[in-house]
């Protein structure tokens, strides 16, 4: 909408006014009960903030709806330097939003900023400010501003590549990535509704010229294949997305039930008890794995992402001569004496 650093001084009571338009209801309940639980424990609310309209929504609602937590919320801008001067320009948006709402800001700057068009590095650069700012800040929940058109390109996004149904659910409404919590409370919100809100209350936001070149596979989906695929279904797409994602969440949490309980009747020890592992569904069977193998990567001292291989051991452990899988180097996985 609007690239100027031009922000109203009344921001705060232009905030209750995007309430009124966006209120709890609407948002999702899981991340909103996570919201609520965070009123009586400790650690700060981070607010992930590019300056775009989705991120300032986000921002600007969750001050407005906990003034309670205004005290331990703190603003987060990275900063990939990969647009030149917009992208001082939206930093200084970010930072000045911030303080127009009295809130910290922290910034961090990419040491790569000639990374292009490799959305994986871009996004590991940002995972890694956020663990930064947890490891100076203890505990924190970070708020991000998912919105509905989000899911339906992620599930566009991840099709092709062969995915579980735990592949298929993101972004989810909260997650957890190592020590990161992950909190997106408008995955409910189209694009669409959110620049309406905004437009009303008068709040501006920074638009990426980027976002409608097609040089980045999301943005092919964004600009291309989601609006036809829209124009071609015979009913609400985004709503139809809401709702299967809503079904494929309840399918994966029954999986992950019915993993927890297999997995503490497999464990013995270290080891897990073959014959009752290759019982299992192989749905299950992968989860009882992943489940084990991340236990044995967190006491491991490098790291080794043994979970990254758990399709391969799980299609090694039907086969009748299964012995070994070497997972990396100086460590494997073995059946022996009716275990693994």
């Not at 996570?34 to 009123?39: F, G, M, R």
């Not at 071609?232 to 309980?261: F, I, M």
């Not at 794995?289 to 992402?305: D, F, G, N, V």
């Not at 758990?310 to 275990?339: P, Y």
Request: glycine content about 6%.
């Amino acid at each position: 909408m609007d690239h100027s650093l031009d922000l109203p001084d009344d921001l705060a009571e232009r905030a209750m006014g995007l309430l009124e338009l966006a209120p709890f209801d609407l948002w999702h309940n899981d991340a909103l009960s996570v919201l609520k639980e965070s009123l009586s424990s400790q650690g700060l609310i981070g607010i992930a903030c590019s300056g775009g309209a989705d991120s300032t929504f986000s921002l600007i609602l969750a001050f407005a709806a906990f003034p309670q937590l205004r005290k331990r919320m703190i603003v987060l801008h990275y900063n990939h330097h990969l647009r030149k001067d917009d992208s001082e320009g939206d930093e200084s948006f970010v930072c000045l939003l911030a303080s127009k709402l009295g809130l910290p800001c922290k910034v961090g700057y990419s040491e790569n900023p000639k990374c292009g068009l490799d959305e994986g590095v871009l996004r590991k650069d940002r995972l890694g400010f956020y663990a930064k700012q947890v490891k100076q800040n203890g505990s924190m929940h970070i708020i991000q501003g998912h919105n509905l058109d989000d899911i339906a390109e992620t599930l566009l996004w991840r099709i092709p590549r062969g995915v579980s149904v735990d592949g298929l659910i993101s972004p989810q409404s909260v997650s957890q990535v190592g020590c990161l919590s992950f909190i997106r409370p408008f995955v409910t919100l189209s694009r669409q509704f959110i620049r309406v809100a905004l437009k009303k209350c008068s709040i501006p936001w920074r638009e990426d010229a980027s976002n409608q070149e097609n040089e980045y596979l999301r943005n092919r989906l964004r600009n291309l294949v989601l609006p036809q695929w829209a124009e071609a279904s015979d009913r609400d797409l985004l709503q139809g997305v809401a709702k299967t994602v809503d079904l494929l969440s309840q399918d994966s949490k029954a999986l992950e039930h019915y993993a927890q309980e297999s997995y503490r009747a497999c464990k013995a020890g270290e080891k897990l008890d073959f014959e009752g592992l290759i019982k299992l569904p192989c749905a299950i069977q992968r989860r009882v794995l992943i489940r084990w193998l991340e236990e044995i990567e967190y006491k491991l001292t490098p790291p080794i992402p043994l979970s990254a291989k758990t399709g391969r051991l799980v299609q090694l452990i039907k086969n009748a001569n299964f012995k070994v899988l070497q997972m990396a180097e100086k460590f494997s996985v073995r059946k022996r004496g009716g275990f693994i």
